[in-house]
C-alpha cells in the first residue's frame, strides 16, 4: 500500500471507521481547452506523471471510468476560486511543451475506498456561496 493511503487509512481508523479495510488514493487533473488526444497523452507522460513510478490515464469528462467494484469513491477538488498553483504550473507546462490549446486546468484527488458502509461516507449537501479555502468533496 502507497504510504499516503496507509497515512489515511489509519486516520480513518482514529476517525472511527473501522470498516475500511484499505484505501488507493489517485491524483485527478482536469485540462480544458482545445486539446487533441495527442496532445492529452503527452500531457500525461511529460508533465503530469513520472513514466518510472506512475501509471497515467486520460478519459473525456463525459465518461468516469469507475469500476462499481468499490464501496466508495470520494473526488475532493478545491473550490473554483481558490488558488490552484499546481493547476497554474500545468497550463504554463502545457504551453512551454507547445501544446497552446490548454487553457484551464484543476486538480484534485479520487479515493478508492473498500470496507464497509458507514454513515460519515454518506455524500452530504454542499454549502455554497461562502468564501472559503476548505476543499468541496463530490461522492458516487
Not at 511529460?46 to 486520460?58: G, M, N, R, V, Y
Not at 470520494?74 to 504554463?92: F, K, S
Request: with cysteine; proline share 6%.
Amino acid at each position: 500500500m502507497h504510504p499516503r493511503a496507509r497515512g489515511l487509512l489509519s486516520d480513518a481508523h482514529a476517525l472511527g471507521l473501522r470498516g475500511v479495510r484499505q484505501l488507493e488514493c489517485h491524483d485527478l487533473f482536469f485540462i480544458e481547452g482545445q486539446v487533441t488526444n495527442t496532445d492529452l497523452q503527452r500531457l500525461a507522460v511529460e508533465l503530469l506523471s513520472d513514466p518510472i513510478a506512475q501509471s497515467s490515464h486520460w478519459r473525456s469528462d463525459n465518461r468516469d471510468g469507475v469500476d462499481s467494484f468499490y464501496a466508495h469513491i470520494v473526488e475532493v477538488a478545491l473550490r473554483p476560486g481558490v488558488t490552484d498553483p499546481v493547476a497554474e504550473q500545468i497550463v504554463r507546462g502545457a504551453h512551454v511543451l507547445g501544446i497552446r490549446g490548454v487553457e484551464r486546468a484543476a486538480t484534485g484527488q479520487r479515493y478508492h475506498v473498500h470496507g464497509g458502509r458507514h454513515p460519515a461516507l454518506r455524500a452530504r449537501p454542499h454549502r455554497t456561496g461562502l468564501p472559503t479555502s476548505r476543499p468541496s468533496v463530490r461522492q458516487r
